[in-house]
């Protein structure tokens, strides 16, 4: 269901209906919860979104850190094993070159942002 959201979210910002702006964070939130779950699977879908995507917002600021909710390894382990070798090549040079913040950080800092103290999600109502 977090992969259909993902995607119908993902197809909408890179769509002609702006909707009503208010909904800016829910692909990031739903990235947020795909990377918890940790399918290398995954990564491919949250790869397109970073680095295939025509819309600005998603380019930029979505998080490439998302992309190793598997872990770094094991999501490079899987890409190159499924054939997907340039995005395999592009995220190790990321990791070598751009890991800034580091991905537990970069974690807490969203688990932070997007969840109560007492981890209650916390989202705006629409």
């Known amino acids: ?30 990235a947020f919860l795909l990377f918890v779950i940790g399918d290398p699977a995954d990564s491919r879908r949250l790869y397109a979104a970073k680095f295939r995507t025509g819309d600005m917002d998603l380019g930029t ?4 850190q998302a992309i ?28 070598l070159q751009s890991e800034d913040p580091k991905i537990e950080d970069w974690a807490r800092h969203v688990r932070d942002y997007f969840y109560s103290p007492d981890g209650v999600l916390l989202l705006d109502e629409l």
């Open 61 to 64: 600021g979505f998080d490439a």
């Open 68 to 95: 190793f909710g598997a872990g770094r390894h094991e999501t490079l382990q899987w890409l190159l094993e499924n054939g997907y070798t340039d995005e395999r090549a592009h995220l190790s040079e990321w990791l």
């Open 1 to 30: 269901m977090l992969q259909e959201i993902f995607d119908l979210e993902r197809a909408w910002r890179e769509g002609l209906d702006v909707g009503e702006c208010d909904e800016y964070e829910q692909i990031y939130v739903t």
